[in-house]
């Protein structure tokens, strides 16, 4: 089976990585891919070996959560999970204004001592309810021996803590005989929290327009069906329809399944209704049904009404496999990602020993003295670091690319597949079915003396969609089985210089290997069996939404109808998303290259007496994450 899962919890790159290998640990796991920007897991097992209940148990002993349960709503959950999150966030800020307020004297109560306890008090408080899950989380994550954001933040958060109170009972036995100028940091600490929380919720707004392609296609689906039953019609929820039962469907309603039409009529011909298909083709002139004409979930009759015949319902309907489809694209991993992955790994620790060298480095350099210094300094680096701007730089890119293409009907099967698409150099293509629509009213091997463009027509798109595609520095090969005039004759019309006649689907397998033996790039698209071969072996595979099953299975890449711009659409779409996800990686790596020194005070070696403190530090470690989602939704205005 394969499954995709929301998870609770997950915050960062780190949580990502620790779910993925405590699940690939699992016996009867094949493959596990988790998405860090859609909170879900893309799983592969076998069902017999492991259920998703063990998952799931195996996950909560890591400090996580998987929603398997069918009567638990995941869209309730993560709304209870925002309003929680949302909540704390807002205590967090308030306790934090008063310990500010606090601290700096603004409100008179009592000895320093005294008014050290009540921050305390407050801080403690804050700690427990707003950051808990911090402090819960990273004890897990100790057990197992991993580490992630909740490590960094308790670790920081922890040792402020802790030092201030520290301060508070023995600052004036300890600090104060020896010269040494003491302070507590009990607002740094609830500012940290308030800080991070404040950047989870930010990422949540982001996170909920970034999966706006989903809803809308969800939003397809429809609601209710007229269930007909003898003499009468019977309004009944959507999930109340089963296969065979006979439907009608009125003008303005969404049909409720893929299915076969009985009967139609309309007010411009007593046998036929038109049916708006675009949301699924993208193809905007209404489509003629008449009996024995397919229809698709989620279509809506613009004029007329038929009665059809319920084939495929709910979860087997065309429109619920895209939305599969662009669910898992959206939770695959593109190759680069990996790399980050096994970076973003060893991050949390590499960012603890670092932190542990300045507390050092201050430590035995200024003495005992230093030691305020040496313990701020710390805090700061475990604060500023931040792993998961480079968790979120090439998932969020991706989600927001295979979204907007789901909406142009360029149907994305996996990230690799989109990431590999911006390097293609060729595009080997098929003619029949693909370049040109057959005409189905003449026989082609009986019929002589009809002109070569009276055969077939060519898709009207495709002389434009094949001119951008050269613009775009591809060259295209055209592989036909017609004859040589015919080959010719279409290649013409199609502006392709490279073209090849009575070919055979070994053939177009040879051209393909050929080409990749010369050093090029190859996308290969078709519609028809006589493609597979070829579409297997491409570097980027492309198949037309009406081709057969099997071209649509082999295919990384589908385009929805008969509109050939979508293929040059797809190719812009890949080199945006791709530089999307490199400028991201670029900045997530400068932010942490350049603030970690400035964090450990490294400024103060040649005698420039600033740093990032730990409150300031909380503040950008939010701001990198939250840049990183901005930018990636930029790509839906390019």
Request: proline share 3%; aromatic share 6%.
């Amino acid at each position: 089976m394969k499954q995709i899962i929301p998870v609770i919890g997950m915050a960062c790159a780190g949580c990502a990585i620790n779910i993925e290998r405590k699940l690939n640990s699992l016996e009867g796991v094949t493959s596990v891919s988790v998405s860090l920007p859609s909170r879900t897991v893309l799983v592969d097992f076998d069902s017999e070996r492991i259920s998703l209940v063990d998952m799931k148990r195996e996950i909560n002993n890591i400090g996580y959560d998987l929603i398997v349960e069918r009567n638990e709503s995941i869209q309730e959950i993560e709304k209870q999970e925002y309003t929680s999150l949302k909540r704390k966030t807002i205590l967090a800020w308030l306790t934090s204004a008063l310990l500010m307020v606090i601290t700096m004297g603004w409100i008179s109560i009592g000895p320093v001592n005294s008014t050290n306890q009540i921050s305390i008090l407050i801080a403690a408080v804050t700690m427990i309810y707003c950051g808990g899950r911090f402090y819960v989380g990273a004890y897990k994550q100790l057990c197992n021996r991993t580490a992630n954001m909740d490590t960094l933040v308790a670790l920081s958060t922890g040792i402020a803590f802790l030092f201030s109170v520290f301060n508070t009972f023995l600052g004036n036995t300890i600090w104060t005989p020896r010269g040494i100028e003491w302070h507590t940091y009990f607002d740094t600490v609830v500012m940290i929290i308030a800080f991070v929380l404040t950047g989870r919720i930010i990422e949540e707004k982001a996170r909920d327009r970034m999966a706006s392609s989903i809803r809308q296609l969800m939003q397809l689906a429809p609601k209710t069906a007229h269930v007909i039953n003898g003499e009468t019609i019977v309004e009944v929820p959507i999930a109340a329809v089963k296969v065979g039962d006979l439907l009608e469907v009125r003008p303005g309603e969404k049909v409720p399944a893929d299915g076969e039409v009985i009967s139609a009529e309309s007010f411009m011909t007593a046998d036929a209704a038109y049916v708006d298909e675009s949301m699924i083709t993208g193809e905007p002139t209404p489509v003629e049904k008449k009996a024995n004409s397919q229809v698709l979930a989620g279509t809506i009759p613009s004029q007329g009404t038929f009665r059809m015949r319920a084939i495929k319902i709910d979860q087997d309907t065309a429109l619920a496999s895209i939305v599969r489809m662009v669910q898992q694209a959206q939770s695959s991993k593109a190759p680069v990602q990996r790399i980050v992955d096994k970076a973003a790994l060893v991050f949390v620790p590499t960012v603890a020993v670092i932190a542990l060298i300045t507390f050092l480095v201050w430590w035995l350099i200024g003495g005992t003295s230093s030691l305020p210094q040496a313990i701020v300094s710390a805090v700061a680096v475990l604060v500023i670091a931040c792993p998961c701007a480079m968790g979120l730089a090439t998932p969020t890119a991706l989600m927001v690319g295979i979204g907007k293409a789901a909406q142009k009907q360029i149907l994305i099967k996996d990230a690799a597949a989109l990431e590999r698409l911006h390097k293609i150099n060729v595009l080997v293509t098929d003619k029949t079915g693909t370049l040109t629509i057959p005409n189905q009213n003449i026989d082609f091997t009986k019929v002589q003396n009809i002109p070569l463009d009276e055969r077939e027509q060519l898709k009207p798109s495709a002389r434009e969609a094949m001119n951008k595609l050269r613009s775009q520095g591809i060259d295209v090969y055209m592989m036909s089985g017609d004859n040589e005039e015919s080959a010719r004759y279409w290649a013409s019309k199609t502006g392709i210089k490279h073209y090849y006649s009575k070919v055979l689907a070994q053939d177009k397998e040879d051209m393909v290997r050929q080409l990749q033996s010369e050093g090029k790039i190859v996308a290969m698209m078709g519609d028809g069996i006589n493609d597979t071969q070829a579409l297997a072996l491409a570097d980027v595979s492309i198949a037309m939404g009406k081709g057969t099953d099997v071209a649509l299975d082999v295919a990384g890449i589908t385009l929805m109808g008969d509109n050939l711009q979508t293929l040059p659409e797809a190719v812009k779409l890949s080199r945006l998303t791709v530089r999307m996800i490199w400028q991201n990686l670029f900045w997530a790596f400068i932010y942490n290259l350049i603030c970690i020194p400035l964090a450990a005070g490294v400024l103060k070696i040649f005698d420039i007496h600033w740093q990032i403190t730990p409150s300031v530090a909380s503040a950008l470690m939010a701001f990198s994450s939250v840049s990183v989602v901005l930018n990636s939704l930029r790509l839906r205005y390019l």
